[in-house]
């Protein structure tokens, strides 16, 4: 008689004893279904012991091993427990969350006949490479062993390239290739292109909008050595890879690599601990990398790798700053961005006017009285849909019908104010009837089939004016694109969050690039009524570096990130005196185990305090040393457990937040 030690998907930081009969074989890494509570759940093994901490009568036994899978490799299992000690989360839910939603069921999809077979047509050819693309892949050509790259390259230099020459120099070798992409939107075109370069390799794409069955048997695939190239998202770092060779993080500095529920790590971050764990160079791309990244660059942590030139086009577009301080906009747009749409029509070239807010409007409001349409649930404004007459939070998902007349004392005058992509749309086509308009943002790309037709009308030349948020911003090459319009761009500058400025200028340097990305050359105008902002300025002169030294110097003299370490505890309840109460309580037992490396500050209710009926409040913990702060967070996390709580409130520990 054995002890297994198994690690389950409940929200405890503790693992639990059972008895099994003697192993045969090695059972650490199965899967196995164990009686818990009245039910029973799928857990994972992680030891094998002679005797437990618990009482034998208390130990029992185990239900099933799930036999037709191997055991996980030790080093999957070591990624587990680093995320689960790092973000402070419960081993359990970690290793549940890293497997694909059919294994957690304990359910195994049916397997292929055989593997596809290769040859799915004649290889891509390769592009000619530029004197900057050759010095890269020589540099990462040369590494043996962990090193963490930063391909810090223009929009149009030709990156993608660069991973591809990479990855094909590691499947030469025998070994698999594992490539992050920040959205799904982004994977479908990407996985066109890796499989014209490779027709002979075996492709896996792994990201939320693949099927359960072909998820998991992926997941399988890439387990069992069969899959040469992982294609995915954020979840996708999660795969098992015996044949590992190369990471590629694209688009390294977006948000979208962080996860913002359950376990919330970061997937750039959690890659970097991979490839230093499989000892294995990581490529981590971006035109407007993260600041810690460039910093680290700047420091020797990671090698700078630079693109200063576009792959195609003969030059960067021009970038202008139209100053609107002066200016009547009409419908949004001054003179000069109007005159620009003209030329591009007249010349049979596309156009992209950027406006980050869906909908048509931000609110709806009564000018008599001063009803505004608020969120019953959240501490936010119901938007205007006019397009199928609805009210919607884009927060919690809450939509009304649009009122006829005010709803608390009946005025027949309500107005929609502000203003978003649909109503910048009817604008353009009242102004431009002979134009094509096409909008594209999360209401009209609601699914994978409408963001690829959409996609292909634009490829084919069927739009002349698009209206885009920014899932327009990145990633993409509209060869006809000449014009980019920014409006709107001015609410950021102000923001609270001190990484809104990187934001901001990350989005408009990707939005600019498309522009101009072929043989015709692009250009770009940037509507502000704050035409000498600094920020402004660099995009002008497409100086990332000045910008990104510019904010590090103010960070550092500010404590924050990357001179600085951060973890926030973030409570929600009915009530926000509940939320705050349980923080001061939480930030009692802080004081007694913080010490002079780490400081605590204050509960405060969040920006956006109320968020689907529940009230939110957080408490910010900071240390200028990272070994400190996780010492800290370790012991912390354990007492937090032991705290007495209402029934209705929720907490979690967030470290690294993007999001303050």
Not at 252 to 265: I, M, N, V
Not at 434 to 456: T, Y
Not at 479 to 489: D, E, I, N, R, S
Not at 596 to 608: F, G, I, S, T
Request: a neutral charge; glycine letters at 6%; hydrophobic letters at 45%.
């Amino acid at each position: 008689m054995s002890i297994v030690r198994v690690a389950l998907d409940v929200p405890l930081p503790r693992l639990f004893d059972y008895r099994a009969e003697d192993p045969a074989g090695d059972w650490v890494g199965r899967l196995v279904r164990v009686p818990f509570g009245s039910g029973e759940k799928l857990g994972l093994i992680l030891q094998v012991l002679d005797q437990s901490d618990q009482p034998p009568e208390k130990l029992r036994p185990i239900h099933s091993l799930l036999t037709e899978l191997p055991p996980l490799p030790a080093d999957w299992i070591a990624l587990c427990e680093f995320c689960a000690r790092y973000y402070q989360h419960p081993l359990g839910e970690v290793s549940s969350f890293a497997l694909p939603p059919l294994l957690r069921r304990g359910k195994l999809p049916k397997r292929r006949l055989a593997r596809p077979q290769p040859g799915r047509g004649d290889q891509e050819a390769s592009p000619p490479l530029t004197t900057e693309q050759q010095v890269a892949l020589m540099a990462i050509g040369q590494t043996r062993g962990f090193e963490a790259f930063l391909l810090h390259g223009v929009t149009g230099s030709g990156k993608t390239e660069v991973y591809l020459r990479a990855i094909e120099a590691v499947l030469a070798q025998g070994c698999q290739a594992l490539m992050l992409v920040p959205e799904i939107a982004l994977t479908p075109q990407l996985e066109g292109r890796v499989a014209a370069r490779f027709p002979d390799a075996h492709i896996v794409s792994a990201h939320s909008g693949v099927a359960d069955a072909a998820r998991a048997r992926g997941f399988l695939e890439a387990f069992e050595g069969q899959a040469d190239i992982v294609l995915g998202t954020r979840l996708s770092v999660f795969m098992p890879l015996p044949r590992l060779g190369l990471i590629v993080v694209d688009e390294e500095h977006d948000a979208s690599f962080k996860q913002q529920d359950g376990l919330r790590y970061s997937a750039r971050d959690v890659a970097i601990f991979r490839a230093k764990q499989r000892d294995v160079p990581i490529l981590l791309g971006s035109a407007t990398p993260s600041l810690e990244t460039f910093h680290h660059a700047r420091t020797g942590r990671y090698r700078l790798l630079t693109l200063t030139l576009r792959a195609v086009a003969a030059a960067m577009p021009d970038v202008r700053i139209v100053d609107t301080r002066r200016e009547k906009l009409q419908d949004g747009m001054s003179q000069a961005l109007i005159a620009a749409l003209e030329l591009r029509l007249a010349r049979g070239e596309q156009s992209l006017i950027f406006l980050n807010r869906r909908g048509y409007a931000p609110v709806l409001a009564c000018t008599a009285c001063g009803w505004i349409s608020h969120c019953r649930r959240c501490a936010a404004n119901l938007v205007v849909h006019l397009a199928d007459r609805r009210l919607r939070c884009h927060h919690c998902g809450l939509e009304t019908g649009i009122p006829q007349a005010c709803p608390d004392c009946g005025n027949l005058d309500i107005h929609p104010f502000g203003r978003g992509t649909q109503r910048l749309e009817v604008a353009l086509q009242e102004r431009f009837p002979e134009a094509r308009v096409l909008r594209v943002d999360r209401d009209s790309a609601s699914s994978p089939k409408k963001w690829q037709a959409l996609l292909a009308q634009i490829h084919a030349g069927e739009a002349d004016i698009l209206v885009g948020t920014q899932m327009l911003a990145k990633g993409h090459d509209f060869p006809k694109l000449t014009l980019v319009g920014v409006v709107g761009a001015d609410a950021a500058l102000f923001a609270a969050d001190f990484r809104a400025p990187e934001r901001l200028f990350a989005q408009l340097m990707q939005v600019g690039g498309r522009s101009g990305r072929a043989l015709l050359p692009g250009e770009v105008l940037i509507q502000s009524e704050y035409p000498d902002h600094p920020l402004y300025q660099a995009l002008a002169d497409h100086d990332y570096s000045r910008f990104a030294s510019q904010q590090l110097h103010e960070r550092e003299q500010a404590g924050f990130p990357p001179f600085a370490h951060q973890a926030l505890l973030r409570a929600e309840a009915p009530s926000v005196d509940q939320s705050l109460a349980f923080l001061a309580a939480a930030r009692v037992e802080a004081l007694k185990l913080a010490g002079e490396a780490v400081m605590l500050y204050d509960p405060v209710p969040m920006r956006m305090v109320r968020r689907m009926s529940l009230e939110r409040a957080q408490l910010l913990v900071e240390s200028a040393s990272r070994p400190a702060l996780q010492a800290f967070l370790a012991t912390w996390s354990q007492l937090l457990y032991e705290l007495k709580t209402p029934r209705e409130l929720r907490w979690h520990l967030d470290v690294d937040p993007q999001e303050l």
